[in-house]
């Protein structure tokens, strides 16, 4: 019999606890807190609960410490926890990476899916947003009559710069309807084309009091105005869906209100040292006029002199013209004749006659040429006919040979063999050719 594996307690908590949290990725949970404790290591523990079930979870110190709010009994919260065994005990237990409070996180998740969102369209690209007016003529402000921010935005604007009127669009800045609020009167204000700038916030809050300025309407608002907007929204911590698509985003309203006018009493002083540098740019400029005008009075001349003195370069000019249409017409002439030698060497019957010698020449070039190769060739002709005359088999002939055929196949005979007595064969002399009969055969090699 084989011999039987046998877990320790200790080795069957290890294998699940590896079973357990390999097989389970990082999840999100949300549920009820119960039977929280705090020891003085930092660590939490506690157990989630819903109308169902309950597990337990353990928090330890480096992630509690991170979290931003207080946990307690009873409250509602999503946890992104890994799964585990508590092996000593074999308690299954949760352990928890992140916290956060339920609604909080569920706004929170539906800010990051918008600001996806709104990003992938382009509403948040650096290259949309606009620089704002130096001097606007009019600021607007779209935030609640009642609020702190309205108030802080006009004691910054009084102290910057009074000159600069401004303009208040009333709406709610927290609520169901708040968002539809704001987005009309930033429409409104887009129409109605009376602001260089527009100022859209209110003070600090909770996330769900900022919620009116994290929704898609007011987004697409603020990316339709034809106005520069700046958004202050709640605190410096606090960034909303509309301190990223405006133009610029100030940390408060007071800040905004900083951006957007400009610092009076700086100006008054530029102002003054502009006025400065213009006056003794003037007088420079007067003092130097004095001078040329001082010089020009000097240099005026006389409008009977500056007659004479015109008169005088007229006859110069008069004299100087004359010199050169005559020195012209000279070398005009001289042009002429020059040309007309030169026609007359060119004239069309000289050159007749030149092209006839030419073409007389050539002639007599051709007939030698033709009559040399001409020569040449009969030359070649007797050579290549008397080296013909020499392989002809007629040659042969005249020296006492005979060509012979077989008269009935006209086969060409060159010894006996084949040939009977009786065959006729026809004999080709030097001249003339004999039809014979074969009385007789005797074969040499025999």
């Not at 294998?15 to 999100?28: C, D, S, T, V, Y």
């Not at 100030?250 to 400009?262: C, G, K, Y």
């Not at 007088?283 to 240099?299: D, E, G, N, P, V």
């Not at 009977?304 to 070398?331: P, S, V």
Request: charged share 25%.
């Amino acid at each position: 019999m084989s011999e039987r594996d046998i877990y320790s307690v200790a080795r069957l908590n290890r294998e699940a606890r590896a079973l357990l949290e390999g097989h389970f990725p990082l999840l999100w949970l949300e549920g009820e807190i119960s039977n929280l404790a705090r020891p003085r290591s930092g660590h939490l523990y506690f157990s989630i609960k819903d109308e169902f079930a309950q597990v337990r979870c353990a928090m330890f110190r480096m992630k509690a410490v991170n979290l931003r709010f207080a946990p307690r009994d009873g409250m509602q919260v999503l946890m992104r926890v890994r799964i585990s065994l508590y092996e000593p005990r074999g308690d299954f237990q949760l352990v928890v990476e992140h916290m956060e409070e339920a609604g909080d996180g569920a706004l929170r998740r539906a800010f990051e899916a918008l600001r996806l969102r709104l990003d992938e369209q382009g509403l948040f690209a650096p290259q949309r947003k606009r620089a704002l007016p130096l001097l606007p003529r009019c600021i607007g402000v779209v935030t609640s009559p009642s609020g702190a921010a309205i108030h802080d935005i006009l004691q910054v604007l009084k102290r910057r710069f009074a000159a600069i009127p401004v303009v208040l669009y009333p709406v709610a800045v927290q609520g169901a309807a708040a968002a539809q609020e704001i987005a009309t009167a930033i429409r409104l204000a887009g129409q109605r084309n009376e602001c260089d700038v527009l100022i859209v916030g209110r003070g600090g809050g909770s996330l769900e009091d900022l919620w009116a300025f994290n929704e898609e309407v007011v987004a697409q608002a603020i990316h339709a105005s034809p106005i520069p907007i700046v958004s202050a929204v709640g605190h410096e911590v606090d960034v909303s869906i509309a301190d990223l698509v405006a133009d610029v985003r100030a940390p408060t309203p007071s800040a905004a209100a900083e951006l957007v006018s400009p610092d009076g009493q700086k100006w008054q002083i530029q102002l003054q040292g502009t006025l400065q540098r213009l006056q003794q740019t003037m007088q420079r400029q007067l003092r130097q006029h004095q001078q040329q005008l001082q010089w020009l009075q000097q240099r005026l001349i006389h409008p009977g002199r500056r007659l004479q003195q015109q008169a005088q370069r007229l006859d110069e000019l008069e004299l100087r013209l004359g010199m050169a249409m005559q020195h012209q017409l000279r070398h005009r002439a001289s042009r002429l004749a020059l040309n007309q030698t030169r026609l007359a060497r060119h004239h069309p019957a000289q050159r007749l006659q030149q092209y006839r010698q030419l073409a007389q020449m050539l002639a007599r070039r051709l007939e030698q040429a033709m009559n040399q190769q001409l020569a040449r060739r009969r030359q070649h002709l007797a050579a290549q006919a008397h080296a013909l005359e020499t392989v002809s088999p007629l040659a042969t002939l005249s020296r006492g040979y005979a060509i012979i055929h077989h008269q009935h196949s006209g086969e060409l005979l060159r010894d006996v063999r084949g040939l009977q007595p009786g065959d006729q064969i026809t004999a080709r002399l030097h001249r003339g050719r004999l039809d014979c009969r074969i009385e007789e055969i005797h074969d040499d090699q025999n």
